[in-house]
């Protein structure tokens, strides 16, 4: 791993009360590859992105993006650094256009305060061209450009999921922490989710994504790192994994369970 | 002299805190159900002494049958309060119920206006209101009522929290309809439940206290404050802890109000509100019980 | 959305501006009168659309704003003789510092405890303006506030003052209009929606919230100057709790995502009680309802009755209605 690690966690532990959601979690993820989370439900995966993405502190451990420690950084300054997230459910804004969506993900890359917007002077104008430019570029990649004008609450779910992704790429991010980007598509859509993921690490984007869906964790990451009662049980490429047997028995006594 | 003074200020403080008692009651009820406030609530209690006044002061209707009407009347309230105003907006964002009771709530004190009139009313006292003195303080019966009725009410409600589900219920169904649904909790019974009591002490409290104060005149917006008020600082989600808050917030309107000036009263406690809501929004007597 | 509904915007700026010529062409004192009034609450609407459709953010005391701009242009220019164009753009400011301190409660509070504070804000004020007698009158309130003018030329007929506060209601408008189909407008819907998600982009959510306050208070603060020398005496009751949920009913009925809502909203409430007391005195008006369509309180009662059916049935207010009825024509 000749890499730079560009988000790496460090014996991360996270406590509810007597709940100990995260344990001694310790892992890298290097520049430009990408990365699953998996793991059995409840086993801290969304806690962890929650924790990385500022919006919980760890009980203890911490976090390192490109090196610099952002253990207790607020979201919205972590954003700034590159730290781009999509949620369980896409959590964009029905009332509002498409395009808009993506365009309100330009905001750190651009400027205008009250006055200038109200103003409307030059520069905003300027500003909100280039904004709205960049902005139905990314929806030309991810297919949406035909639907920019339409009011998001008409998107179906697949399509719905991708406009967040354009809004969390807008931020220009180093890093896209998604959260079940494929949860609620069928298997074509699926299919698609991931090429667009792999367009986008190609472009250079690392990502680090917790998924539910095998096939696609193993068709498309480089690296995988399995959860399990908020510890890591395994971490290697999708070969190692699929044949480590910490792994097989954890998902395998799932699977017992739910066939009881 | 000035000991007596303090007694006779803290006698008020409790009567009166017995009232915001009784109101933050009202809102925790409401609050551990559906995690929103009631703005329509102070008009509410204001209404039930409006009730009493017809009943008691104009009807001459017994005190005592009065109050149960009254009482009753707030159930009926809460019910028709619950199906016409909260079940439609229930999947709604947290403003828009807001909103619409503050809406509600000015529906009900202009029609009240309408049909009581605009201006303060004064109330006859339950039984003859000639003061008792003990060491010098002067004892009103009627704040003695106050008391008694308080008492009674609260430890009533308590009973009934503590020995049945329904508390219990309640922030089941807050938390998680559908978990709750599926214990077997109905959400609409429990949701109604929690209006037909909340409606039904705020105009109880409302009838005790009119002969004290006035009835009418719209104070329904300081009544849903105070009453808020009362139950933050004790703590609105626990019902011990709302029913201290309201007790300690009329103990300290009244040493203010004795001690320092009557005119500047209210906007005190509003300062107190936002003291209250940006130092200690857990408020002070959280019971980890009741979590 | 915000660049693609020009048809219909330019019909509304058609019956604007028509609505303002036919006053002037009245140019009925009464009607003068009305169509200030529907000026300043138009501006003062607008800026708690602002603040309330599309930040959020609830705020039952914007009375207390209105009359931070009033009693402070007042008293700043009669007790104290200060030029109008000094005091007015000053009262702005201090209305704007008490959106500030209300903006700093907004950062913490659940809407809930929100909602309970500005109503604190709003009572302090009322108490402040009705006890700090020396200052502001008390109850009785104060009078002998100038007209304002430029140089030698005073505005101190109907008909000038309804075009001065058309023109600063025109220039709040398009403000207001920039201002929210751009960045901010994108910024502040999105705290409206979600504000986990939108730190989550980088936007500072409490620095938005304090800077949507402060200038939502600096638009009840103009309308507020323009009140007070429009009026030229001014008191308390002008400036209670019950105006406050006016505004919100302005708000609300107009159409509260929308920057005409406002429009409609101050309209509506504004000309209401005029036309109900206009149909009401139609000799073929049956006479039992009469006292309902003169009566204030019953005016009251409606509004409150408007705003619950408007919030559960029309979550668009006016505007929507108008749009979707357009939208089922084309």
Partial sequence: MGNTAILRVENLTKDFGGLRALDRVDFAVAENQIKALIGPNGAGKTTLFNVIGGFLFPTDGKVFFQEEEVTYLKTHLLSKKGIGRTFQTPQIVLDMSVLDNVMVGFYLQTKSEFIASGLKLKKTIREEERVREKSLEILDSLNLRREATLEARRLPFAQMRLVEIGRALAINPKILLLDEPSAGLNPYETEQMGEVLKKYKDLGVTILFIEHDIDLVMRISDEIVVLNHGQKIAEGTPTQIRTDAKVISSYLGEAKQAHA | MILTNL?????????????????????????????????????????????????????????????????????????????????????????????????????????????????????????????????????????????????????????????????????ATANNRLAARLCGINPLRVSSFAFISSLSLGLFAGMIFSPITFAGGFVGIHYTVLGFTGAILGGITSSTGSILGGLLLGIVEALFRGFITTRHTEAFMMMILLLILLLLPQGLFRVRSEE | MFGTIRLKELLIYAFGVSLFFSFIILANIKWLDIGIHVGIYFIVATGLTILLGMAGQISIGHAAFFGIGAYSSGLLTSTWDLNFWIAGPLSVIFAGIGGYLVGLTSIRLRH???????????????????????????????????????????????????????????????????????????????????????????????????????????????????????????????????????????????????????????????????????????????????????????????????????????????????????????
């Avoid at chain 3, 509004?303 to 919030?311: M, P």
């Fill in chain 2, 7 to 171: 007694f006779q200020v803290l006698f008020s403080g409790i009567t009166i805190g017995c009232i915001y008692a009784l109101m933050a009651l009202g809102f925790h009820i409401v609050y551990i159900t559906i995690k929103n406030v009631n703005f329509a609530f102070g008009m509410f209690v204001s209404l039930g002494g409006l009730i009493g006044y017809a009943l008691v002061t104009q009807l001459q209707l017994n005190f005592f049958v009065a109050l149960l009407i009254v009482a009753v009347a707030g159930g009926i309230a809460g019910y028709l309060f619950e199906r016409s105003i909260v079940r439609p907006i229930f999947d709604r964002p947290i403003l828009t119920f807001i909103i619409c009771t503050l809406a509600i709530g000015e529906v009900i004190e202009n029609g009240s206006s309408l049909l009581w009139g605009s201006e303060a009313l004064p109330c006859k006292a339950f039984t003859n209101n000639v003061p008792l003195d003990l060491f010098g303080v002067k004892i009103f019966p009627q704040n003695l009522w106050i008391l008694g009725l308080t008492l009674f009410a609260v430890i009533g409600a308590k009973i009934y929290f503590n020995f049945t589900l329904t508390g219990k219920a309640m922030r």
């Fill in chain 3, 112 to 330: 809930d405890s929100l909602a309970m504070a500005t109503i604190a804000f709003q009572v302090i004020f009322s108490v402040l303006v009705y006890e700090w007698v020396e200052v502001t009158g008390g109850p009785a309130g104060f009078g002998n506030i100038p007209v304002p003018s430029i140089g030698t030329f005073k505005i101190d007929t109907e008909t000038k003052y309804f075009l001065f506060v058309s023109i600063i209601a025109l220039g709040v408008f398009l403000f207001s209009r920039n201002l929210i189909s751009r960045r901010i407008g994108r910024v502040l819907i999105s705290i409206r929606e979600n504000e986990v998600v939108s730190s989550s982009i980088g936007i500072n959510v409490p620095k938005y919230k304090l800077k949507v306050f402060t200038l939502s208070a600096m638009y009840a603060g103009v309308g507020g100057v323009l009140f007070a020398h429009y009026a030229r005496f001014i008191s308390p009751t002008s400036f209670t709790i019950h105006f406050s949920f006016a505004f919100l009913v302005m708000v609300l009925v107009g159409g509260r995502r929308h920057i005409l809502g406002a429009f409609f909203g101050s309209i509506f409430v504004t000309i209401l009680p005029e036309f109900l007391r206009l149909v009401s005195s139609f000799s073929l008006f049956p006479v039992s309802l009469r006292e309902i369509f003169t009566n204030y309180t019953y005016h009251l009662i409606i509004y409150g009755l408007l705003v619950y059916f408007s919030l559960v049935l029309l979550p668009k207010g006016i505007y929507g209605l108008g749009v979707s009825v357009f939208q089922k024509r084309l």
